[in-house]
């Protein structure tokens, strides 16, 4: 490893601890004003200039990460999942910086902040090693189309952060009917989500500390393009106890956990994607991870999370909550539409000699920019506004996240690299 990308590698632990130290001050400045003895508004603003200084040099942090290691690695730092999550991740505090000027709302940084952390935590599961590139995206219009449509997704995300905030904020506790009740459930399930991400990785982290390995063989057939089967032999490694085995796989090797000797299920054979049985695998931890996190988060608290939360935003105006989501949206919008289509059409037929394949992550992008047209689309010339805009701003985001995340685990495409 060289000098710079040591640097490199410095400056984004860094930039981790920074946001880790700003997402604190965010939460002092929300939920300790009840215990302040200064004015909640003066305690707020003083801990919210804190938190968003430390979130400013924590970007300036991140931004020497990145070009450190572009100079390092001899290419732009986009070219693999690593790469692309942390770029992300930077992406999203940029438009985060961007929106917070605009609107001041100190929320929006405790909301924010721990996203970009798990995504952070999330891109630290993946091999952090400098690869060289492959042809097809040993061009410039990847520079450009990459890092313009993880903009315009970062854009989303600030959106859906305020949506959800604004969720929190309206949902009423007291109700009993059927439609309050629909709607605690559903925006405690949303914390839900991401408490698994969270799970996910204490779970992955948790046994890569203990140096857990499982190790399979698996033969797979493929039709070449005269139409003739070649089997292929691969050995896929787990770090995770395997729930889940490849699909038409042997044991090589595998350390026994809690009872557990050999795999219970073999992955079925549509899952084609990369390592889809270890991908699977991962996937039933993490919900096993996630709903035990839960679980203690509810018996520590003794309610549903988002009565926990909703307290500290009752001095927030909802309709300030719903523009601020609604402007994060309409600014990302464009910039996405640029870079995962318009641009990745130009390098789609410079890399591959064709504009538009129906590669499954081309259609996914496609329909994140459907979803989000029908959002603008309802939000202006129907006036859904209120939880409704609010829902579908989270829900745009979670396709966003499936296209980034959940297409490699299923489907394999052309751009399967970015999930090894």
Not at 47 to 63: E, S, V
Not at 119 to 145: D, E, G, R
């Amino acid at each position: 490893m060289n000098d710079w990308l040591i640097f490199s590698s410095n400056a984004f632990i860094t930039a981790f601890a920074l946001y880790c130290a700003s997402f604190i001050a965010y939460a002092i400045a929300v939920a300790g004003k009840r215990w302040s003895n200064r004015e909640p508004a003066a305690h707020t603003a003083r801990w919210g200039r804190i938190a968003f200084i430390t979130a400013l040099l924590g970007w300036a942090a991140h931004l020497t990460f990145f070009f450190t290691r572009w100079i390092g690695g001899g290419h732009i730092p986009t070219s693999n999942m690593y790469e692309f999550m942390t770029f992300l991740a930077m992406a999203i505090m940029f438009a985060f910086i961007v929106v917070y000027l605009i609107y001041r709302n100190t929320l929006l940084g405790a909301f924010t902040l721990p996203l970009v952390i798990i995504i952070i935590a999330y891109a630290s599961v993946f091999p952090s090693q400098v690869q060289p590139l492959i042809p097809a995206l040993n061009y410039v219009w990847l520079k450009i189309h990459v890092t313009t449509a993880a903009l315009g997704e970062a854009f989303f995300a600030v959106g859906f952060a305020a949506a959800l905030i604004q969720l929190i904020r309206v949902v009423d506790l007291t109700t009993t009917d059927k439609a309050g009740v629909r709607a605690r459930r559903w925006t405690e399930f949303c914390l839900v989500i991401i408490i698994i991400i969270i799970g996910f990785l204490a779970a992955v982290f948790i046994f890569r500390g203990a140096g857990y390995h499982a190790e399979f063989r698996q033969e797979s057939v493929l039709i070449d393009q005269q139409g003739q089967a070649q089997t292929s032999v691969k050995e896929v490694k787990y770090g995770l106890p395997p729930i889940v085995k490849p699909y038409n796989s042997d044991v090589i090797s595998m350390q026994p956990f809690m009872g557990l000797q050999q795999p219970l299920f073999e992955a079925p054979s549509w899952m084609n994607g990369v390592n889809a049985g270890r991908k699977l695998n991962t996937v039933i931890w993490s919900v096993i991870s996630g709903l035990v996190l839960y679980g203690l988060m509810r018996l520590i608290a003794r309610k549903p999370l988002v009565a926990v939360i909703h307290p500290h935003l009752t001095d927030i105006d909802p309709d300030d909550l719903e523009e601020i989501s609604y402007r994060a949206i309409a600014i990302g919008f464009p910039i996405f539409t640029l870079g995962a289509l318009i641009f990745a059409m130009i390098w789609a037929e410079i890399a591959w000699s064709r504009f538009w394949g129906w590669d499954p992550k081309e259609v996914w992008a496609l329909v994140t920019f459907l979803f989000y047209s029908v959002y603008l689309h309802l939000r202006l010339s129907r006036g859904w506004q209120g939880t409704r805009s609010a829902w579908l701003a989270v829900i745009g985001f979670l396709v966003v996240m499936f296209t980034l995340i959940g297409v490699n685990l299923v489907i394999a495409g052309l751009h399967s690299y970015a999930g090894v």
